[in-house]
């Protein structure tokens, strides 16, 4: 046992790198360290503090954890250039931020996989802990290494480096999966993991004997565990807030959208139970400012009757409410109108796509007149500016589809007008990766060279002044494609990549694309084949992981997305995705049909 960072030591690494906040720890709402713990995990964010403390999953856990009497967590992110160096200089092992315990001291290291160009990220800390990044290479001194997230269904480019991966809903994967750590204590490492295989969604690549892994869920939020405590940053963060989940999935049927696939069914939180989370939070922590998250907080039917338990909070304007995500409809409008928070700055909408027949096509449930009706009403409250996110590349876009983006940046700027208003119009359009376990896991991505030659034309082909337009750059698109369908044949490519300096990928002051085309061409592996078509009869490296929606149903999708047909909104019917039977969850919407 190393025991904890010497504090001298500390010091002086602090005292040589921007932003020392990031590595001390001793924010409120953390800790304190349990002496006696006989589990001890540590919560890994593969990416920089600001980052990682804005994620409200490693909120939920580690508050999960510190619940359970003999179980501990502790929470690690990945340094930022600055102190890898000063570590690596100084021989100082990566420490998590309670204890200053370096982390080959713990039982296990828990990753979130929340996005492909951090992958890198994880290498960067194993090795910065004496961890061996392979599974197979590990002795029995190692912690084991754990990855969750949306990342962990589509595992297998990780899956040398991964002793288990927890598959669905943390809250009802960790208690059991700390449970099997305690009891297996003292054995060795294969018979842990063992252990934790035989857990229902734990996929355990060094055991794992052909069949599926299926995800677990949570089935009612409101009797199952949630957070009432937080630990408030040192220092700013991306998400600075109070922040409550106020449901899992989404019944829209996005065919683009992995996160509205993997986290289904709809599971809502009661607005008596959120808003009570919320008021202790709000004590609990000092914030004034709160977060109703989800994947379309204004789908939730407990949205009106929370506004009206939260009035007199917001008369007093003691507490502000913000809306991260906003549908593309007056009603949603008319929400955010009413929070003084969401005052501040201008509106974001996703309408997607330029036209309604490419709409139809992914399924976004958003009509020109609903686009129409939103950008009036933002500028009838008083909004001055709108940001609007497309995708380009998407599946049958045609120059028409690009053109209409130009047509619908013009709408708004003619809505401005009409409301008298600045009209400050900015459009973001992103190039379109096919994800697993949609029905568009068999399309083909578009090359480099397509995706730059479509947002060049965007950009200069814009003729409106009142709009500034920005494309994402096609090398970030293109490897984000290569892993989010890839294999573990990926996991050679990872490590030869950051053994070359591959950080902080999804960084664009640190992202190399020159130094992943060696590394690809000097391992021989052709990566523009994994961003490539797939045949629909072709077995795909995540097919064992059994995310609830069957093949068929995204099949049948994939058809009526290549005939422009729509899909009914969950909660209108049920479309036979695969849930039903599956669950007891009452706003499944097999329900309803």
Known sequence: ???????????????????????????????????????RICYAFPDVYEVGMSYLGFQILYALTKSIAWADAERVYAPWPDMERAMRE????????????????FDAVGFTLQYELSYTNILTILDLAGIPFRSDERGEECPLILAGGPGALTPEPLAPFVDAFLIGD?????????????????MKRADKIAALSKIEGVYAPLFFSGGTVRRRIIENLDENFYHTSMIVPNTGIVHDRVAVQVFKGCTRGCRFCQAGIIDRPV??????????????????????????????????????????????????????????????DAFSVGLAAGLETMRKGGLTFAPEAGTQRLRDVINK?????????????????????????????LPTETQEDLAGIHEICGRAVAAAKRHKKRGDISASVAGFVPKGHTPFQWEAQLSREELRERGRWLKSNLRNRKVTLAYHEPEQTFLEGVFARGDARLADAIEEAWKRGA??????????????????????????????????????????IDCGVTKEFLLRERAKA????????????????GWQGRSNVGRCAREQD
Request: charged share 30%.
């Open 562 to 577: 290549l005939a422009a047909e729509t899909t009914r909104d969950c909660r209108l019917g049920c479309n036979g995705c």
């Open 90 to 105: 100084s021989g100082t092992p990566i420490w998590a931020l309670e204890s200053k315990r370096p982390l080959s001291e």
């Open 365 to 393: 449930g958003v009509t020109d007149e609903a686009i129409d009706a939103a950008l009036d009403a933002t500028f009838e409250h008083g909004w001055d500016r709108v940001k609007l996110y497309f995708m380009m590349g």
């Open 503 to 544: 950080r902080f990928d999804g960084w664009s002051e640190f992202f190399d694309f020159g130094r992943w085309e060696k590394v690809f061409e000097d391992l021989e592996i052709d990566a523009a084949a994994y961003t490539g078509a797939r045949k629909t009869e072709a077995k795909l490296p995540w097919d064992h």
């Open 267 to 328: 599971r809502e939180r009661s607005a008596a139970s959120v808003c009570e989370q919320v008021k202790t939070l709000l004590d609990n922590t000092g914030w004034e400012e709160v977060g109703l998250l989800s994947l379309a907080t204004c789908d939730w039917s407990g949205i009106t009757e929370s506004f009206e338990r939260f009035a007199p909070m917001l008369a007093g304007n003691q507490i502000k409410l913000s809306l991260p995500s906003l549908r593309v």
């Open 170 to 186: 943390g809250e009802a994967l960790i208690p059991e999966v700390l449970e099997a750590l305690r009891g297996t204590k003292g």
């Open 1 to 39: 046992m190393h025991g904890a960072i010497d504090e001298a030591r500390l010091r002086e690494l602090l005292s040589s790198v921007k932003r020392p906040s990031r590595y001390i720890g001793g924010e409120w709402g953390s800790g304190p360290v349990k002496d006696g713990a006989e589990v």
